[in-house]
C-alpha cells in the first residue's frame, strides 16, 4: 500500500521529534503533525491521510478516542492505524485492538521495531 | 358524658401510659446492655485524642512541604524537557551537516564513516525517549502528592473542627501543643527543609558581577 500523507499525534515536543525524523528516515516526507487528538481532527479536515501514528496518553483528546473518532468516518473505516505508548498493559493492548489499532508499539521503541510494524500494517 | 364512656377513656390513657413504660422500660434495658459499650467506646475516644493530637501536628508540618515537592517534580520535567530538546537541536543540526557533506564526491571509506555517524546519531536521538517516558512517571508522581495533599488537608480541617467543637479534645490539642512548641526546633528543620534556591541571575546580583 502506498502512503503518501501520514497522520502522527503525539503531545510530547521531544517525542514528536523522535518520531517524526524516525518516519522521516523511513522515507515518509509527507507528516501531519498534531499535538493531541482534537488539534489532529482539525488538521486533517479537507485532507486525505493515509496512515495514522498517534500517542494515547494525550490531553485534550487521547489517542484511544481519537481512533474511535476516526474509525467513525466512512473514509477511514479501513485506515492503518499504528499506536506509539508507554501503555504496555494487556488490557490496553486488547482494548487498542477493539478500537481498530492495526499496530502497536511500546515506548521506547527502535526504528527497526517501527519500520518493521508500518511494513507488516501497509502490506 | 356517661360514666361508661368516661371509664372506657380512662382505661385507654391507662393503656397508653403503660405502653409508654413498659417501652421506657425496654429502653432501660437496651441502655442497661449498652452502656458498657459505651464505656469502651468512651474510653477508646479518650486514648484517642491524644494520638489524633499528635497526628494533627504531624499532619501541619507534612501538609507545608507538600507543594514544594508538587513544583519540584514539575520543574524536574521542564529542566529535563529544556536539556533535550537543546541535544535535539544540535543532534539535528550535525545530521544536516552530515547529509550535506554526503551529497559532495567523497571516497567510499569516507562515506561509510559519515554513514556511521548517522547511525550513532539515530541512536542518540532514540535513546533521548527516556525524557518523555520519565516526565509520564513524573506526572504520576506528582498527581498523587497531589492527591495525598489534598486528603492530609482534608483529614487536618476535620480534626481542627473536632477540636473546636470539643472542649476535651481542644484541651489535649493545646496541651499537646505546648509540649511541642519548640520553636527552635522547628525553626532549625524548616531552614533545613525549605527550598532556598536562587537563580544565576540571583546571584549574579548579589555579587554585583
Known sequence: MEVKTILFVEDSPTMRRIIANSLKRLGYTDIIEAENGVDALDKIEGKTIDLLVTDWNMPEMNGADLVKNIRAMPEYETLPIVMITTRGMKDDVIKAMKLGVNGYVIKPFTPEVLRTKLEAILK | ?209
Open chain 2, 1 to 209: 358524658m356517661s360514666v361508661s364512656k368516661k371509664g372506657k377513656a380512662r382505661g385507654k390513657e391507662t393503656g397508653t401510659v403503660l405502653k409508654t413504660l413498659m417501652g421506657m422500660e425496654s429502653l432501660f434495658e437496651f441502655g442497661g446492655e449498652i452502656s458498657p459499650f459505651l464505656e469502651e467506646l468512651f474510653t477508646f475516644l479518650s486514648d484517642l485524642m491524644p494520638i489524633l493530637a499528635k497526628a494533627q501536628f504531624s499532619l501541619r508540618d507534612s501538609t507545608r512541604y507538600m507543594p514544594d515537592a508538587s513544583d519540584n517534580i514539575a520543574s524536574a520535567e521542564t529542566l529535563s524537557e529544556d536539556a533535550t530538546n537543546t541535544i535535539m537541536d544540535n543532534l539535528e543540526g550535525i545530521t544536516a551537516d552530515l547529509e550535506a557533506l554526503n551529497s559532495s564526491n567523497l571516497d567510499a571509506a569516507t562515506q561509510e564513516k559519515l554513514g556511521t555517524l548517522a547511525d550513532k546519531i539515530t541512536d542518540i536521538q532514540m535513546a533521548l525517549q527516556f525524557q518523555d517516558i520519565t516526565a509520564q512517571h513524573l506526572r504520576q508522581a506528582g498527581q498523587i502528592v497531589e492527591a495525598i495533599q489534598l486528603r492530609m488537608s482534608k483529614l487536618f480541617d476535620a480534626l481542627q473542627t473536632i477540636g473546636e467543637k470539643n472542649k476535651l479534645v481542644k484541651a489535649i490539642v493545646d496541651n499537646y501543643a505546648q509540649d511541642v512548641g519548640d520553636e527552635d526546633a522547628l525553626d532549625h528543620a524548616d531552614q533545613i527543609r525549605r527550598d532556598d534556591s536562587v537563580s544565576q541571575a540571583d546571584i549574579d546580583a548579589l555579587f554585583g558581577n
